[in-house]
């Protein structure tokens, strides 16, 4: 089968399940444990000959650009998650262009070379933020990987497209490559990363991707470095946010080794460069 692996780089007390406890200004009181999921990843990768995206936090690359510089060292593709993980929809047009702009540069510089993906933080693009598509295409970026087709109560556009294709903007043509669902009694189903991969079981996993290939598409799926780090702090949050954020973590990596052994892997630079063919 053909996948795209890709990894949001984020710490794990930035991520929207914990906005509600944790505030912005309040990151600095945590210890980074970035390199724990991190280096469990990179070797991962490299037990496969394997190559990936990273879409990295602008503030993240920051803090810590060594290990930006050390994961495109390895070959594997930088790209943005923007800068400090605001979701689209939470900010005006300006603040989202500088956000995004902001992240461009401290990536391009560590990475040595043009950042041509972006995924929105929390795939937060809606309905009303369909300008974002004019902004990220105007800041230079090709590839966007910010759709997830399905329902979700922090995002999601169920209505759109399931594989990849063109959308318009106002500064020409950027490709969507969305994150994979399947489709099992015409309902659209979650699986390919993040607490649906965690959640469900392997043989189920590996039937939705073979419907994926089957149907001539690539499988692209999604992680992040706290899901390969089950000894992570526990953060006291309402019970939801804590099952989405703590369910199987300890199974994450057992999980993404199995699915690795006898696939063909890229970036989703890579995937979109093929489509252009």
Partial sequence: MKIILTFDVEEYYQVENFKSVIRQDEWKNFDSRLTVGLMRILRILDDHNAKATFFVLGCV????????????????????????????????????????????????????????SYRAPCFSISRKTMWAYDVIKELGIEFDSSLFPMHHDHYGLPS??????????????LQEIPISTAEVLGKRIPFAGGGYFRM??????????????????????????????????????????????????????????????????????????????
Wanted: net charge positive; charged share 30%; glycine share 4%.
């Fill in 160 to 173: 759109k497209e399931r594989y990849p294709y063109v959308i318009k903007t106002q500064k020409g043509q």
């Fill in 61 to 116: 690359a920051e803090k810590r650009p060594d290990v930006i510089r050390h994961i495109a060292e390895r070959g594997h593709e930088i790209a943005s998650h923007g800068y400090g993980h605001e979701l689209v929809y939470k900010q005006t047009q300006e603040e989202y262009k500088k956000d995004v702009e902001r992240s461009l540069q401290i990536l391009g510089t560590l990475a040595q070379k043009k950042i041509r």
């Fill in 200 to 277: 469900l079981p392997l043989w189920v996993i590996k039937k939705c991707m073979q419907q994926v290939n089957a149907a001539e598409q690539v499988v692209n799926m999604y992680f992040h470095p706290w899901e390969f780090d089950p000894e992570q702090p526990r953060i006291t949050t309402n019970a939801l946010a804590a099952f989405r954020h703590y369910i199987n973590l300890d199974k994450t990596e057992s999980k993404l080794r199995a699915i690795m052994s006898g696939n063909e892997f890229m970036t989703i630079a890579e995937y979109g460069d093929s489509l252009k063919v």
